[in-house]
């Protein structure tokens, strides 16, 4: 089955510094990419993805990009705030029949004021 | 839309005991999906429910089974409790038609097993 390794596991910026947060998978048929924000005590939300027909999209201060040929991709947050600290998942799907995740194993985020 | 919701928030229960808990979607989803979130083992699937039939299973024991609902709402029952399925259980909507794969999670239960 479908493999999702994050990293790094810990990551720790000062306000106004970029973060970036890398995820490789191992099945290449998979085609939707999704991150995920979960704050402390709450439920994980959607905060961007990407389907595999496309290579980069950007949302204000986030973005990520996806390399097909790699089978890796990538979260990009720019010009961080204490707002973004809190644990970001990847995941990857295979859309044939369903709608099963395979997540990443998490990434603490914390920007430091 | 409302987003999705589920009950109750906070369970304790006792091994050996079973447990019921649901989950409704976003109005117009069909697909409920179920995950377990536990600090070790971080996010893991555990089914998929669409048009009440069971379309994907994760790598759980039989102990753990759902059902879903012709208005799409959506249990999941966890019989015989472990120490171990002590758990943050999160249940994911989405339209569940072909090529629209975005999913939206409920506030979780919070299981505690004594």
């Known amino acids: 089955g479908e493999n999702v390794e994050q990293h790094p596991s810990t990551l720790s910026v000062q306000e106004g510094d970029s973060a970036v947060i890398k995820c490789t998978y191992s099945d290449s048929a998979s085609n939707y990419f999704p991150w995920y924000k979960q704050e402390l005590g709450k439920r994980p939300q959607l905060i961007i993805d990407?389907?595999?027909?496309?290579g980069e999209k950007k949302d204000q201060r986030i973005a990520v990009t996806l390399n097909k040929t790699a089978k890796h991709f990538s979260l990009h947050i720019t010009e961080t705030q204490p707002e973004d600290s809190a644990v970001y998942f990847c995941a990857a799907i295979k859309w044939t029949s369903g709608s099963r995740l395979t997540f990443g194993e998490g990434t603490q985020l914390t920007v430091n004021p | 839309k409302a987003g999705v919701t589920q009950t109750p928030r906070y369970l304790i229960k006792t091994r050996g005991q079973q447990v019921t808990l649901s989950c409704s979607p976003i109005s117009g989803h069909r697909s409920v999906s179920w995950y377990q979130q536990t600090p070790g083992q971080g996010l893991q699937f555990l089914f998929e429910?669409?048009?009440?039939?069971?379309?994907n299973k994760g790598n759980f024991p039989g102990r753990f089974s759902g059902r879903q609902f012709s208005n799409s709402r959506s249990e999941m029952n966890v019989s015989t409790l472990e120490l171990g399925d002590s758990a943050l259980y999160l249940c994911a909507s989405s339209p569940g038609v072909t090529g629209v794969t975005e999913q939206y999670f409920g506030p979780g239960t919070r299981l505690t097993v004594t």
């Open positions: 429910y669409f048009s009440e039939t069971q379309r």
């Open positions: 990407i389907r595999s027909n496309v």
